[in-house]
């Protein structure tokens, strides 16, 4: 079992519909949580980071952590096709700089 | 501009033809780490180094070599590639060493073929 899970898609949808996008993990000792957005043949991105549980927003992003269920999502609205990307969950524990990554979500944004 | 960068971008190689990959960053940061990420698998970390002369083995670390004699560059070496190291590969960095509130920022990536 990998310790993050994370859909590959590819999900679709039309501009201006809100997206959500999910991870799932398993090692308790992740408290540092972040999401990047990659475009096709570029390095990612940082795009939000959250620390242990609560919910943290910018702009049209929105990134939740549920640390008792180990899941953690990031809400999109009013998406763009500017938004049509890669997006990876990351997360590490206290202390460590190592990043275990999901597998990667690929969005498709239509006008 | 603040920036990690990787050469060469793209490269086609034969087995056994030892080969670098540089990365070097301008933010004088302590952390550098290099991932490779293949269809299915994500990211995965190579190597890593927490300062100058100090490495260490990440998840998948058999066929490479790595080096930090200076902060800003952390090359990685294939000492003789194999056609299972056919991949994308990211060279990161992060401003502290032992983790904290700050993250690590991604190269362009390197897209490497081993024929």
């Known amino acids: 079992q990998k310790e993050v899970e994370q859909d590959p898609g590819p999900l679709s949808v039309p501009e201006g519909a809100i997206v959500s996008l999910n991870c799932t993990y398993s090692?308790?000792?992740?408290?540092?949580f972040m999401w990047y957005r990659q475009y096709s043949r570029k390095g990612p991105e940082l795009l939000m980071y959250?620390?242990?549980?609560g919910n943290k927003e910018d702009g049209r992003f929105t990134a939740q952590v549920d640390k008792s269920s180990k899941y953690i999502s990031l809400f999109i609205r009013d998406s763009q096709p500017s938004d049509s990307a890669t997006y990876l969950c990351?997360?590490?524990?206290?202390?460590?700089?190592?990043?275990?990554f999901g597998t990667g979500t690929r969005l498709l944004v239509s006008p | 501009e603040a920036q990690v960068t990787q050469n060469p971008r793209y490269l086609i190689t034969v087995t056994g033809k030892k080969l670098t990959v540089t990365c070097s960053q301008n933010?004088?940061?302590?952390?550098m780490s290099w991932y490779r990420q293949d269809p299915g698998l994500g990211l995965r970390q190579i190597y890593y180094s927490m300062n100058v002369e100090v490495t260490d083995k990440g998840d998948v670390p058999e066929g490479y070599k790595v080096s930090r004699k200076e902060k800003r560059n952390f090359p990685l070496i294939l000492e003789s590639p194999s056609p299972n190291q056919t991949s994308l590969y990211f060279c990161a960095s992060s401003l502290e060493r032992d983790g904290g509130a700050d993250t690590q920022y991604f190269g362009p990536g390197t897209r490497l073929t081993v024929l």
């Open positions: 090692n308790s000792a992740f408290q540092y």
């Open positions: 959250t620390y242990s549980s």
């Open positions: 990351a997360m590490k524990k206290a202390g460590f700089q190592k990043l275990v």
């Open positions: 933010m004088n940061h302590e952390y």
